[in-house]
Nanobody, 127 residues
Framework: QVQLVESGGGLVQTGGSLRLSCEGS????????MGWFRQSPGKAREFVAG????????AYAESVKGRFTISRDNAKNTMYLQMNSLKPTDTAVYYC????????????????????WGQGTQVTVSS
C-alpha cells in the first residue's frame, strides 16, 4: 500500500476556489491510478474525480464537471484537485485514494477498486 496525506482543505465562500493536494509515499506512486472521493455527514462516500497512472485519462462526477480539475505530478508523488465555483453542496470531507491494481488505462470510480486512503481534509463552503 501507499501512504497518502491530503492537504489544502478549509472554509471558503460560495463561488470561491480551493486546491487540494495528496502526497504519496511508500509504494511507487506513479504506477497507480488515483481518485478523489468525498463524504458528507449521513451520506455514503461518493466519487469526485479520477486519474489514471500517467495522467493521460481523467474522469469526473457529473456534479463537478466543468468546475473541478484533477491532475498529478509523478515526479513529486503528488495529486491535485483544483476546485472552482464552489457551492455549499460541495461541503464534505475529501479523501484521496490509490488503486489496488497498477497501470490501469482508465480511471476507476468504485471505492472497492482502491486499497490506500488518506485521512481526509475538510472542505466547507459557506452560502
Amino acid at each position: 500500500q501507499v501512504q497518502l496525506v491530503e492537504s489544502g482543505g478549509g472554509l471558503v465562500q460560495t463561488g470561491g476556489s480551493l486546491r487540494l493536494s495528496c502526497e504519496g509515499s511508500g509504494r511507487t506512486f506513479s504506477n497507480y491510478g488515483m481518485g478523489w472521493f468525498r463524504q458528507s455527514p449521513g451520506k455514503a462516500r461518493e466519487f469526485v474525480a479520477g486519474i489514471n497512472w500517467n495522467g493521460a485519462n481523467t474522469a469526473y462526477a457529473e456534479s463537478v464537471k466543468g468546475r473541478f480539475t484533477i491532475s498529478r505530478d509523478n515526479a513529486k508523488n503528488t495529486m491535485y484537485l483544483q476546485m472552482n465555483s464552489l457551492k455549499p453542496t460541495d461541503t464534505a470531507v475529501y479523501y484521496c485514494a490509490a488503486m489496488t491494481a497498477p497501470f490501469t488505462t482508465r480511471p476507476h470510480s468504485r471505492p472497492a477498486d482502491f486499497n490506500s486512503w488518506g485521512q481526509g481534509t475538510q472542505v466547507t463552503v459557506s452560502s
